[in-house]
C-alpha cells in the first residue's frame, strides 16, 4: 500500500477593510458661529435694564447652532449674567431678548420680527446676504469660504446698543 | 475449571478450523467467546488469531468502511498480544498492525481531501496510536501534524492544539502548524496565547503571508492599533505595493490619533503617508481617495470642535483660515472618490459636508439631493 498524497484545504483569510467610519456634523461651521457670538457680547453694550437677571439669548425656529449655543450657555456666564439660550418656534412667540438669531430658513419673517422687538433692545443677528442693511444689526456671510460678519452700527443704535470700535474693526461695516 | 479451559481451548481450535476453512461468522463467533475468558484472555494465541480473523473480516468486507470495527479490533488484538511480551506471534502481530495502520493513513488522507474531517482525524490518531505500538522510538510527525490539521478543521480545537503543538516539540517545520495552532486557540477565546503562536511563527517563517495576515486580522479584531501598526510596516515594508495594507496602516493610524491624542499630530502624518503611498500605487483607488479626503476633512472639523467658546476673533480667524485650507486639501480626492463611484453613500455624505464647510452650498445641496435619491 502506498500511502496517499495529501492536501490541504485552500485558506481564505479576508480582511476587514471598510471606509473610515465619520458622522459629519450637520454644520461645522455653527460653533464658529457661536464664538462669533460670544465674541458680540464682550464688544456691545446693552442698556443698563438689560444687565440683571438671565442673559437671553433667542432662537427663531430651527437652527444648527442650538446645540452649540445650548452648550455656551451651559459653561459660560456672559459678564455676570446666567446666559439662557430660549427657542421661540414662530414669531409671535419671542419675547425680551438679548440677542435674537434668525436663521436663513426664517429670514423672510425679518420685518414680521423688528416689529415684534420694536423697542427692545435686541441684537439681531441673521445670516442671508442684505439683511443687515433690511434692519438686522450684525450679519453672517461668506467671504472666501471664511465665516465673516457684516455690522450695521445705526440699526444697533436705534435699539439702544452701544458698539465698540474694536467689534467694528474687525467686521465689515454696513450703512 | 480444568474442563471448562479445556473447552475453551477447544473452542479456541474451532476458531482456527473455521478460519482456516474460510468461514469468517463462525471464526469470529468462536474468537470473541475465547477472548472473554479469563484464562484464554491470557494467552497470545488468542489474540493473535482474534487479530488474524477481524484482519481477514476488514479485507473482505470493510475496506471501504474508513470507520471499520473489524479494523480496530484487529489492531486491538494484534497490539494486545504484543502487549504480553515476547512470542512466536509477536513479529506476525507487528506486521498485522503495521499494514492495518498504513490503511488507516490512507484513509486518512483520503478523507482528508475529500474534506471528510471527522473520520480522518480518527484515522489519523489511530495510525499514530498503532505505530508506536511496533514502533516505539519513531515519530511520524506528518501524521501528527495532519492529525492536528484534521481536528482543527473538524472544530475539535484541544485535539488540534494537542497534536499541533506536539508536532512542533518534534521540529515539525511547517508555517501552517503555527497558523492553525493560533487559530485553535483564537477559536477557543485564548487571545494570549493565538498571538504567542503567530509570532512564533511569524519569527521563524518571515516570509509566509498568511501568518502575517492572520496576525494582521487578530490585531484588527481586537482593536491593538500598536501592534497592528508594527505588522502592516514590517509586511508593507517586504512588500510596499501591498494597497490592503497600506490602507489598513492608514486606518490603523487614524484610530491611533483618538486612542493616544498626544502623539495626534505623528499619528495624522503617518495615516496621510499610508494614503499617500496607497495612491501612488494606484491613483484611482476608491478607499484611498475618500479615506485621505475624510483624513482632511476631519481634522478641520475636530479644530473647530475643540475651539473655546471664547476664542477671541482674531484668533478665529486664523483659525478659519487653517480649516479653510484642510477642507480644500480635503476636496479633490473626495471629489475622485466621487467620480470613480458616484453611488456610494459614504462619499456623498463626505462631499456634501466638505462643500457644506467651505460655504459652498449649491454643490453642497446638489450631493444630498443626489444622496436623498439613493436613498429613497
Known sequence: LKFQRIKYCQLFIFLALIFSSYT????????????????????????????????????????????????LAKTKTIGTQKCVVKIFPTVKDIEKCHILFIPVEESDGLDLVLKKIKGMSTLVVTEKAGLAKRGSVINFINVENKQKFELNKSNANKNGLIVSSNLMSLGIVID | MVASLQAQHHLLHKAVEEYKKGDLVKAREAIDQVSQNAETSAEPKTWYYRGVIY???????????????????????????????????????????????????NDA?????????????????????????????????????????????????????????????????????????????????????????????????????????????????????????????????????????????GSSYEKLIVQDSTNKKDYIEKARESYMQALNVDPNNLKANYNLGLLFYNQAVD??????????????????????????????????????????????????????SLHDIENSNRIKTELNSLEK
Open chain 1, 24 to 71: 459629519p456634523p450637520a454644520d461645522p461651521n455653527a460653533k464658529i458661529k457661536v464664538i462669533f457670538i460670544y465674541n458680540f457680547t464682550k464688544y456691545i453694550e446693552w442698556p443698563s435694564a438689560y444687565k440683571k437677571g438671565d442673559f437671553v439669548i433667542g432662537v427663531l425656529g430651527n437652527a444648527s447652532l442650538t446645540p452649540d449655543l445650548e452648550n
Open chain 2, 109 to 249: 488522507a483520503r478523507d482528508m481531501n475529500a474534506e471528510i474531517y471527522k473520520t480522518a482525524f480518527i484515522n489519523f490518531e489511530n495510525y499514530l496510536e498503532f505505530e508506536s505500538k511496533i514502533n516505539p522510538g519513531m515519530v511520524d510527525t506528518l501524521a501528527i501534524f495532519h492529525a492536528g490539521y484534521t481536528a482543527y478543521m473538524d472544530h475539535d480545537y484541544d485535539k488540534s492544539i494537542k497534536y499541533l503543538g506536539k508536532s512542533m516539540e518534534l521540529k515539525y517545520t511547517d508555517p501552517l502548524s503555527y497558523y492553525f495552532l493560533g487559530k485553535s486557540y483564537l477559536n477557543k477565546g485564548d487571545y494570549k496565547n493565538a498571538e504567542i503562536f503567530f509570532k512564533q511563527g511569524m519569527q521563524k517563517y518571515p516570509r509566509d503571508k498568511k501568518i502575517a495576515r492572520i496576525l494582521v486580522n487578530l490585531y484588527q479584531e481586537s482593536g491593538n492599533q500598536k501592534e497592528l501598526v508594527q505588522i502592516l510596516t514590517q509586511e508593507i515594508k517586504k512588500d510596499p505595493s501591498n494597497i490592503e495594507y497600506l490602507l489598513l496602516l
Open chain 2, 303 to 356: 479644530k473647530i470642535n475643540e475651539l473655546p467658546f471664547d476664542t477671541d476673533l482674531v484668533a478665529l480667524e486664523d483659525i478659519q483660515q487653517e480649516c479653510k485650507d484642510l477642507f480644500k486639501q480635503a476636496l479633490p480626492y473626495m471629489e475622485k472618490a466621487y467620480e470613480l463611484n458616484p453611488k456610494n453613500k459614504e462619499t456623498l455624505i463626505g462631499l456634501s459636508g466638505i462643500y457644506f
Open chain 2, 55 to 105: 484482519k481477514d473480516i476488514y479485507k473482505a468486507h470493510e475496506t471501504e468502511n474508513h470507520s471499520s470495527e473489524a479494523r480496530m479490533n484487529s489492531a486491538k488484538s494484534f497490539a494486545k498480544c504484543i502487549s504480553m511480551g515476547h512470542s512466536e506471534y509477536s513479529e506476525e502481530c507487528s506486521n498485522g498492525i503495521k499494514y492495518l495502520a498504513s490503511t488507516m493513513y
